[in-house]
């Protein structure tokens, strides 16, 4: 019997679905030298294979984060730019588990990334994972956290409840003493 490769693993079955995701994420924490093969599968043309690999990300990242850190800079600058959802709801949750292994260029562009996807982005997963991220850096930096709050005000107002409410989460989170100025 052939084995598979991971871009194979991933196809097919209910775009919902997970299909082999966690079998692969499991090979993966096995044979971490295997890592570089999942990661290729964001090169996908199938766009089930590339949210079957972010999901794959979020896991390994919660489970051993320092295989990804080797891949920040094609995070930044290869990944930000695969124009899905999913992709970058996942950046916003990788950015925020990765910050301590960002360099000071990588947490800057980083921050633009999301910026960019705040003011950009109609997808409600992509602007909730977003709001998180941005306002847990935000309590600690005073210059995104000037650049945040109109965001937040105007998306407290969204028709979309979780969108609404994770706006007023947030701009609950910078409004407290506790946020550094």
């Known amino acids: ?14 775009p919902n679905s997970l299909g082999d995701t966690v079998a692969v994420v499991e090979a993966v924490l096995k044979k971490p030298e295997r ?4 990661f290729d599968c964001y090169r996908s043309d199938d766009e089930v294979v590339r949210l079957r690999t972010s999901n794959a990300m979020k896991r390994i990242a919660r489970e051993n984060k320092a295989l990804l850190v080797p891949y ?3 995070l930044l600058n290869e990944v930000s730019k695969i124009p899905q959802p999913s992709v970058h709801w996942t950046l916003a949750q990788l950015f925020a588990r990765l910050k301590e292994d960002m360099s000071g260029a990588q947490l800057s562009q980083a921050k633009k990334i999301l910026k960019k996807s705040i003011a950009h982005a109609s997808d409600w997963i992509v602007l909730n994972m977003t709001m998180d991220t941005l306002s847990e ?3 600690e930096d005073a210059s995104l956290r000037r650049w945040l709050m109109p965001f937040l005000n105007g998306l407290q107002d969204d028709g ?12 609950a989170k910078l409004t407290k003493p506790s946020a550094k100025a």
Request: charged content about 35%; hydrophobic content about 35%.
């Open 1 to 14: 019997m052939k084995k598979r490769n991971f871009e194979e693993r991933l196809t097919g079955g209910h």
């Open 35 to 38: 890592f570089g093969e999942l």
């Open 72 to 74: 920040l800079d094609q």
């Open 137 to 139: 850096w935000a309590r």
């Open 160 to 171: 979309r409840k979780s969108v609404s409410a994770k706006a007023q989460k947030s701009l």
